[in-house]
């Protein structure tokens, strides 16, 4: 079975976990895992009353089979969960794919799939509670994420001791999403933007524990009858990052700065860590972790984000030059058992500056649960 490019296809989804899969079948060549897992834990804030929340829960299924000549096949569905008020909209699709992969051409993916730029842009995205926001603005169609309805391809050649080149392709068909502002048309109940096809992406470089990526995500985006904000223009994001360590082992760092063009969006009248509105034309997002993993599984961790906005087209006097929204989160997670971890966390609201400061008031919020992985 070929091994490597079934691990590049989780890669990007094993980030922060105990990635594991309890495998049902394995015969001739054909493997069937199921995995997951589900949080439970409670939460407050200054915004909202103290509750139970779940943090991400999701199934997934994975199959692989052998396909002769050095190719292999695989094929995984994975479904949101929803663990409170009722279960509504549980069993949303997260990811589902098939790719073939080859121990030296490489592997195709097509389907909803972490994206190459996520394998670059996700180094910082680790901690249960607290992590990167920036990179789930739009994801889908943007592809910064859980990219929908993308082909993908990578390839990963190593040079021993001189370290690995990691390289990623991909590419989107149009597609639309949901502004939500509050100022637009009252008669258009959810006005959109329209996203032409995307490109992306990925390079990446590992040696002796350290690594350097770079990845670019681009194409057309437009406003579409009702919306608010007139736009025509390029949808781009270039990003670099670096890290060192492994998460959860010994000493991790690493670092993110996106610049980006229309990628991120604000809405006045919502959380700013959660803005759904008008597209902007310039902003720089940053994260970064500094952790600590024990040998006893006990992992400490800090991080930052900040995400400032630089343009002059989209928000007027007193949000130029300022900054949305910064955060910084300390965490802690200890594996109680190898398929059961604990955590808990406590963000900082460090707010945003100038008139982003005024539409928002300051919002700390902690949070402690247990995952169990499936």
Known sequence: MNKKFIALAVAAAAFGTSAQAVELYNKDGSTFAVGGHVSVGVMDAE?????????????????????????TADAKGEWALNMLNGGDNSFTTRLGYIGVSHEEMGRVAVGTQWAPYYNAGGVADLPIAFANDFLYDNHGALGTGRAESMVAYSNAFDFANAGALNVGLGWQGASDINNNDADATPAVEESKYHVGQRAQVALGYDVAGFGINYAYT?????????????????????????????YGKG???????????????????????KANGLQLDDTKAYEAILAYGL??????????????????????????GETIYSTTAIQAEYDVTSRMRAYAGYEFDLQGTGQFKEDHARDNVWMAGVRFFL
């Open 251 to 273: 000493l991790y760092v690493a670092g993110v700065y996106a610049m980006n063009d229309y990628m991120n969006s604000y809405d006045a009248t919502v959380s700013a860590t």
């Open 47 to 71: 915004s909202e009353a103290a509750g139970v929340n779940s943090v991400s829960p999701r199934i997934n299924f994975e199959a692989t089979q052998d396909l002769g000549n050095g190719f």
């Open 295 to 320: 040998s006893n599984s006990l992992n400490l961790s800090i991080n930052y984000e900040s995400v400032k906005y630089d343009g002059d087209k989209v928000l007027g006097a007193g949000y130029q």
């Open 218 to 246: 681009g194409g057309d985006i437009a406003s579409k009858a009702g919306t608010a904000q007139i736009l025509d223009d390029k949808a781009t994001s270039h990003l670099v990052s670096a890290k060192y360590g492994t």
